[in-house]
């Protein structure tokens, strides 16, 4: 149970943005229709030179807000506004939020109760995608998936657990503090600081009573670029804390190298073409199996799964969207390869 009212523990919730005029109402809303006291919330939202409108948004949603302001990022990137969040948080816990998201009104209540119980160093939820249109539907139902984003439980575990990351992790004050996030990290400054957590000895708790709603990529270009970025930045994250690789974030690529590989035999060696006819039949097979399953799945606000029609077309996008994913983060893991080829540490 948590403390009396009396004592309830303060907390400082960190916004970074840039230009995120779509979300970030609906972000700040749910920020301020949070069941715990104003006096006990502080919101700080980062800039970072936003020049589509969202920072008057922000500044008109926090007028009234006495512990609610907007502040310049002149790092412009996420982890550099985060860390200067850090810096000016008051709060007793800090936790990180997206201007993409969306928290239930008792996330708060919920990240200080586990904390509290758990005593670990770092917790959040799941992360649960929100859907917009046919193609941001379909990646929804895929990144919640072992088949879509393989052991990355926290996209998908339905109980308390422990594990090697988490969405939007809450800390105590002084964890975050001295941990901070590394700046160099463009993507995946949030898996960085999570393995050095983990190097330490600390602790990390996903738990499903931690509930908010991100709003994914909607079309097939922006998904490839975001999951290509994410290869290429774990090249980086790994040469940095090469102890927290897993079998699991090798797949993509050895999928990769095993599709393009062969398929480069195919027309010389047997061996290769069978090599080539095994990738590929193996996998649509597992693609065919998925998004069948997938195409019974419903979303909030989206249309009837039942309805064969609907199903149909859900089912022929998820074939398209799982191998968008998996081809775009494997090559991306070869970019970064190239592209870190200086950082590996002797």
């Known amino acids: 149970m948590l403390r009396c009212p009396a004592v309830l523990p303060s ?7 840039r230009n995120e005029a779509a979300s970030i109402e609906a972000c700040l809303a749910s920020l301020l229709a949070q069941d715990w ?29 006495p512990r609610g302001r907007v502040v310049d990022n002149p790092g412009i990137v996420q982890a550099a506004g985060w860390n200067l969040g850090i810096d000016l948080a008051t709060g007793d816990y800090v936790g990180i939020v997206s201007g993409h998201a969306e928290l239930a009104p008792d996330y708060v209540a919920s990240v200080v109760r586990v904390l509290e119980e758990t005593g670990a160093t770092m917790v959040g939820g799941p992360v649960t995608a929100e859907a917009e249109g046919p193609v941001g539907e379909a990646v929804a139902i895929a990144t919640s998936t072992p088949f879509g984003v393989g052991g ?19 800390a105590r004050r002084e964890d975050y503090a001295r941990l901070r996030f590394n700046e160099e990290m463009v993507r995946n400054q949030d898996d960085e600081l999570s393995y050095r957590i983990l190097d330490e000895g600390g602790r990390i708790v996903c738990d499903p009573a931690i509930r908010s709603t991100y709003r994914n990529r909607s079309t097939l270009p922006g998904l490839w670029r975001q999951q290509f970025a994410y290869g290429s930045w774990k090249i980086r994250v790994f040469q940095q804390h090469p102890r927290q690789a897993r079998v699991r974030h090798l797949v993509p690529a050895a999928f990769v190298a095993a599709l393009f590989g062969s398929w480069a035999l195919a027309p010389f060696s047997r061996l290769g073409r069978l090599g080539f006819a095994a990738v590929v039949t193996s996998y649509v097979a597992a693609d065919v199996a998925f998004s069948a399953a997938g195409s019974a799945t419903t979303l909030e606000g989206t249309s009837d799964a039942s309805a064969p029609g609907s199903r149909l077309v859900r089912f022929a996008r998820l074939l398209v969207v799982y191998p968008t994913i998996h081809l775009a983060y494997g090559l991306g893991g070869f970019a970064g390869l190239v592209r870190f080829r200086k950082g590996w540490r002797r």
């Open 37 to 65: 006291p104003d006096d006990r919330l502080e919101i700080l939202v980062m800039d970072g030179g936003s020049t589509d409108g969202c920072r008057e948004t922000a500044q008109r949603l926090l007028a009234d807000r």
């Open 11 to 17: 907390v400082t919730l960190i916004v970074a943005m």
């Open 152 to 170: 990355a439980r926290h996209h998908y575990l339905t109980e308390r657990a422990e594990v090697d990351t988490v969405f939007m992790g809450v």
